[in-house]
């Protein structure tokens, strides 16, 4: 009925397997439902702090699992499976299980799950390890909890009940006994209880779990302005700030300035022109409010003109809705701006010294520029409501972020590399001293109020001691990388398998002839690979693992970036992470600059190999974003997702509003085959993503 499978090899370095079957027989489970079912109601209504209920991860929603010392089986609500949406195929029982209870009514389960994933955290000295169990549940239509813990899980998975300590303890992966973590609720019989949610988030919730029937508690959580201080700010920085409080207004209209953006058309290319797409009556709804706002900020105009792109919406986290005009046939016939942005490492070296940072953000920074009126027709979108033209700068243009970062340089001028550094709408601030900051942002929020640009305080920083700006911590003791740049090496997890191990030495190899002695250092890994040799980590290949791993994220493996030098991109995706890495060629091989990894999001991307490599690509291409905008790089990628980019005439607004990021990039595609692809898709695949699986997709998300 059940096995404990020890380590799990697909699960990462702390979690175990604990594998509950169905069993043959279920004799007696008839009788046990008619006297539990009565117990577990009286349960639900009593004091919660009398129940042993565990905190379980399933799927990545939380629920509460009652352990019940008085049943032989394990169970779970058709309400908690709908909900849990867990993908897994509800069986049929070879007969059905009658009972009926004492008040006479009748009660059937037909049905059950197995397979479901369940995690459970145990705890020990303030560390929290993860063990997993494997279960298969029997399905119970008014079952009063979510999940109830029989003693077939109890006996597989070797728990012991401590009732005076209101305890349940489990063992951990290394064999030793650990407290298992309490699901704690505050006397409100609702799952809600515990989320904080915006208004549209809970009116979505309610309606998908038809929620109606019930009553809500709703405790209502005063919103703060936008523009509120942080209470950490300087009090005399703060005083500065509400000096300049207009600034933080909407944009509106069209400000004449030096600097507009132009649109230059390859010769002999075609107009593009796109269909109106069909839209929902929300969708249309909202179409004509955002039409509306927009004319009436002067952004936009009625047009004539033979140029028209298509417009659609994206949904965004909070419900509302993103219009996004799909640019891309405008993009591809246009003159792509050649002139580099600036040299990172030149304006990280003006900030020497310093000891104060202040970082701006601009409020609809690209709207705030126009748009060369002998340009604007070529901005035209076509609308159920007819035919407009931007008479601003918009965000999808190729060649947008040069004309922006022009328009900073032309602004800061006198400033720049004295005490503004500006790379894209990325503004920073810097002194060496809190009085001369203070003299050093008025000066700046001056030319702002002057120039008539808004800011986004929200996402400004003010008269910090350190921050993070282009991929570099700043502070007084002078520049040095952001973490994420090595951490996707340094926290690699042991390889608990030989596919693991391969994958590893897969990404070693790649760049062994930077590192020195390179055969010796791997040896004790490389015993492992051997045939017929048994499995045995010993403190050798522990060893060995961190001299590689230190060795990959030091120099001369990691060089610092040069910008004489062309930048190379591969990306990979899997459906447990993405992984990239940023390259370049110095005569002497490929080096990297940079390592990416991250888990692959599973409820914002779906099973498509094609949107797994899109995302991997956008993400990369967002993080580098500093190195990479302004110029002409490679991309080196084993799928030929862009290919199938550019060639579908419609895709779906996620994949527009990927596809409208991505263009704001200039590089060559190389397709390159898997096996030249050894760093990223090591990357991409690293155990500790393992539990990150995709089940579906649900379009409704926003990335």
């Not at 012991?160 to 063992?171: A, G, I, N, S």
């Not at 609702?190 to 929620?211: D, Y």
């Not at 791997?522 to 590689?548: G, N, V």
């Not at 005439?649 to 692809?677: H, S």
């Amino acid at each position: 009925m059940a096995k404990v499978a020890g380590p799990c090899l697909d699960s990462g370095q702390e979690t175990a397997c604990v594998s509950v079957s169905l069993g043959t027989s279920l004799t007696g489970v008839a009788e046990e439902l008619k006297e539990r079912m009565p117990a577990w109601a009286k349960m639900k209504k009593e004091s919660k702090g009398q129940l042993i209920l565990v905190d379980v991860e399933v799927f990545r929603s939380r629920v509460g699992a009652l352990i019940d010392s008085g049943a032989t089986r394990s169970y779970i609500s058709r309400r908690a499976l709908k909900k849990l949406r867990l993908g897994l195929k509800v069986q049929k029982l070879v007969d059905a299980i009658v009972s009926v209870l004492t008040d006479n009514r009748t009660m059937r389960v037909e049905d059950y799950v197995e397979g479901v994933q369940a995690y459970f955290r145990l705890e020990k000295d303030g560390k929290v390890k993860k063990v997993l169990h494997s279960q298969t549940l029997l399905v119970q239509d008014d079952l009063p909890f979510d999940i109830v813990l029989g003693m077939d899980w109890g006996e597989a998975a070797g728990a012991t009940l401590h009732l005076r300590e209101h305890e349940c303890r489990l063992p951990s992966p290394s064999g030793e006994v650990k407290t298992a973590r309490l699901f704690h609720v505050s006397g409100v019989d609702n799952t809600l209880a515990h989320c904080c949610l915006s208004a549209p988030a809970f009116a979505r919730l309610v309606k998908k779990e038809q929620l109606e029937d019930q009553v809500f508690v709703v405790y209502v959580r005063h919103v703060t302005e936008a523009q509120e201080k942080d209470s950490s700010t300087d009090p005399t920085i703060a005083r500065l700030l509400e000096e300049f409080k207009d600034l933080t207004e909407s944009p509106t209209g069209v400000v004449s300035r030096p600097i507009q953006h132009r649109i230059e058309i390859e010769p002999g290319s075609r107009t593009p022109k796109g269909a109106v797409y069909m839209m929902s009556p929300r969708e249309l709804e909202e179409l004509r409010k955002q039409l509306d706002e927009l004319l009436e900020k002067g952004w936009i105009r009625p047009s004539s003109s033979p140029f028209g792109a298509p417009v659609l919406f994206v949904p965004k986290k909070e419900g509302e809705l993103r219009m996004c005009i799909d640019y891309r046939g405008l993009n591809a016939i246009t003159v792509k701006n050649a002139e580099p942005l600036p040299r990172i490492d030149d304006l990280l070296d003006r900030v020497q010294g310093c000891k104060y940072f202040s970082k701006i953000d601009l409020k609809s920074r690209y709207h705030q520029i126009e748009v060369h009126r002998d340009d604007q027709y070529k901005t035209a979108f076509r609308t159920r409501y007819g035919q407009y033209e931007f008479i601003v700068m918009l965000f999808g243009l190729t060649n947008a972020p040069v004309t922006f970062q022009h328009c900073m340089n032309d602004l800061f001028r006198p400033w720049l590399d004295k005490f503004v550094v500006v790379y894209l709408d990325d503004i920073l601030v810097f002194s060496k001293t809190l009085q001369e900051h203070q003299g050093h942002l008025r000066q700046v929020l001056e030319k702002l109020r002057e120039a008539n640009f808004k800011i986004n305080a929200k996402k400004c920083e003010w008269a910090k001691t350190q921050v993070l700006y282009l991929g570099h911590v700043l502070d007084g003791d002078g520049i040095k990388p952001e973490d994420s740049k090595i951490a996707a090496i340094r926290d690699w997890p042991t390889p608990r398998t030989l596919t693991k191990l391969r994958s590893f030495l897969g990404l070693a190899n790649y760049y062994r002839k930077f590192v020195r002695n390179f055969s010796t250092i791997a040896a004790p890994l490389r015993r492992l690979l051997k045939k017929e040799t048994i499995w045995q980590w010993d403190k050798d290949c522990t060893s060995a693992l961190k001299k590689l791993k230190r060795a990959l994220i030091e120099y001369p493996v990691l060089k610092v970036a040069d910008p004489s030098l062309p930048f190379i991109v591969t990306t990979d995706a899997s459906q447990y992470g993405i992984g990239a890495v940023l390259q370049q060629d110095d005569g002497n091989g490929y080096r990297p600059v940079e390592f990416m990894s991250a888990r692959m999001p599973y409820e914002k991307v779906a099973v498509s190999t094609y949107e797994r490599e899109l995302y991997a690509l956008r993400q990369a291409l967002d993080h580098w974003k500093h190195y990479l905008l302004g110029r002409h790089f490679k991309v080196y990628s084993d799928h030929e997702t862009l290919r199938w980019l550019k060639t579908q005439a419609k895709m779906t607004p996620k994949l527009t509003r990927w596809a409208a990021e991505i263009d704001q990039f200039d590089f060559e595609l190389k397709p390159v085959k898997g096996k030249y692809n050894v760093v990223a898709d090591a990357l991409s695949r690293r155990s500790d993503y393992f539990g990150a699986v995709v089940y579906y997709l649900d379009i409704r998300r926003d990335l």
